[in-house]
């Protein structure tokens, strides 16, 4: 009897802690965030005018690396057509601010056209598997850019568009500001995925990427699950393409080549799949290697070289990478917390 008591009264300690636990997990996404927000903010008035526009364009990466490992690396389906994802909400950005002048306005227009299209896509993606999903996508990432030629009046074919844009405001350098504008947009996003992973949602998505028979058994509705996660991940392609528009201040379907697809997909099996802080590995990579590959092509004086050499480099890291660390480089910190743990 006196066991019994001990043990009743002992009981609500441990489920005091386990909800603080789950406390301190629900808000660790949002002091990552703020953290973040705090290291973009003292790097923008540290770094030089170029390198904050590649720290803006980390950012727009960062966009849709990190929707696009959800969709591969949580939900199991393999995407090679984002980069017509971000052409699409780049030319709504640029239609809608050249029409209206209102920046929230545009990119609210880019973020709805991009959902629509990924809702049409993710629908047919629910029915497809394997190689045939990475065939329909990648057949989306050819046909899109011929579009702008096809209806050359409102997309002025290979020329592309100019965006007006307002001047920052203040006395802000327009590369700071274009830093801010795309890492508040990243941040958000990442806020919004880590708190969607985290849920239900995360939980739905795993189920059906592990095995969907079982999925199906518990009750998932999977055909519900596989669009929605395509539309999660093609709205954070619409928002990056939005982003890379600000940022060229222009649009034109060279921008999104098919080699853009290829590059998001290897960026974030490098940075490590399912991850979000893989996903930053993958977006600082995209900035990173062509720039290294443009530099050794510049000091080789060869001017054919320089268009290869930037998926050479992506090639040669990627193995390098599933060799080292087969789980990206994300799952080293895991590897390195595991082996301090044993140690102590």
């Not at 203040?170 to 969607?196: D, H, K, N, S, Y």
């Not at 939980?203 to 079982?214: C, F, G, M, W």
């Not at 093609?234 to 080699?259: D, Y």
Request: aromatic share 8%; with cysteine; charged share 10%.
């Amino acid at each position: 009897m006196t066991d019994m008591k001990t043990k009743a009264s002992a009981s609500p300690v441990p489920t005091k802690v386990a909800q603080e636990r789950r406390s301190m997990r629900r808000l660790a996404p949002i002091a990552a965030v703020l953290a973040g927000g705090v290291v973009i903010l003292i790097l923008s008035y540290t770094l030089e005018p170029f390198r904050n526009y590649q720290l803006a364009t980390v950012g727009a990466y960062f966009c849709v690396t990190a929707g696009l490992t959800v969709l591969t690396g949580l939900n199991g389906q393999l995407s090679l057509g984002h980069g017509a994802l971000m052409a699409t909400g780049a030319y709504s950005f640029a239609l809608a601010q050249n029409k209206w002048l209102s920046l929230p306005l545009s990119f609210v227009v880019a973020i709805a056209v991009t959902t629509l299209a990924g809702a049409v896509i993710g629908l047919a993606a629910a029915r497809l598997r394997g190689p045939y999903l990475a065939g329909l996508t990648l057949a989306v990432a050819i046909v899109v850019p011929s579009v702008t030629s096809t209806f050359d009046e409102t997309f002025n074919s290979d020329q592309g568009l100019s965006v007006v844009l307002d001047p920052p405001p203040g006395t802000i350098p327009m590369e700071r500001w274009q830093a801010w504008l795309a890492w508040t947009g990243a941040l958000l996003t990442v806020l919004l995925l880590a708190f969607l992973v985290r849920g239900a949602f995360g939980r739905r998505l795993r189920a059906v990427r592990d095995d969907e028979t079982a999925a199906k058994l518990a009750g998932v509705n999977i055909a519900r699950t596989q669009v929605l996660a395509f539309v999660v991940s093609a709205v954070c392609a619409g928002l990056s393409g939005a982003l890379f528009a600000v940022l060229a201040q222009s649009v034109s379907p060279g921008a999104f080549p098919l080699t853009l697809s290829l590059f998001l997909v290897m960026a974030i099996v490098i940075g490590g799949l399912g991850s979000l802080f893989g996903a930053l590995l993958g977006a600082i990579l995209l900035v990173a290697l062509p720039t290294f590959a443009q530099s050794v092509a510049e000091q080789t004086g060869s001017h054919r070289l320089e268009g290869n050499l930037a998926l050479v480099v992506f090639g040669v890291v990627l193995i390098v990478v599933m060799l080292a660390a087969p789980g990206g480089l994300a799952s080293i910190r895991f590897t390195f917390i595991r082996r301090f743990r044993r140690e102590r």
